[in-house]
């Protein structure tokens, strides 16, 4: 069993910053990948960032130097700076794990984030 946990969502007024983390916890053998994407009312899951393992990261054009995504072992995290009130959004982290299994992707519970002025 694997658990994706995210923390650091909240309210923040457009142009402020927010870090949200994530930590890959239970029966890992390797992460190939992980990342963020988001889901605003109304809309689809979008992708934010993805770093795959030894990869080129992956950002959304609605992103680009804002966002930075970084990962140590098992936490990645999502640096906002910059934020726009089109960024509020419910924020999921996603890895894809390698246990003793099976290769597959997680899904974190989601955490909100909110740019409201």
């Known amino acids: 069993q694997v658990q994706l946990v995210e923390s650091g969502g909240g309210l923040v007024q457009p142009g402020g910053s927010l870090r949200l983390s994530c930590v890959a916890s239970?029966?890992?053998?390797?992460?190939?990948?992980m990342g963020w994407h988001r889901q605003a009312p109304g809309k689809q899951r979008e992708l934010v960032a993805v770093l795959p393992a030894g990869g080129i990261t992956n950002y959304a054009d609605s992103v680009k130097g804002r966002f930075t995504i970084s990962r140590a072992k098992n936490t990645v995290s999502l640096q906002m700076n910059s934020l726009k009130l089109e960024d509020t959004a419910v924020y999921y982290c996603n890895a894809e794990v390698e246990t003793m299994t099976t290769v597959r992707g997680y899904w974190g519970q989601g955490t909100q984030v909110t740019v409201s002025s």
């Open positions: 239970g029966s890992i053998v390797s992460i190939r990948s």
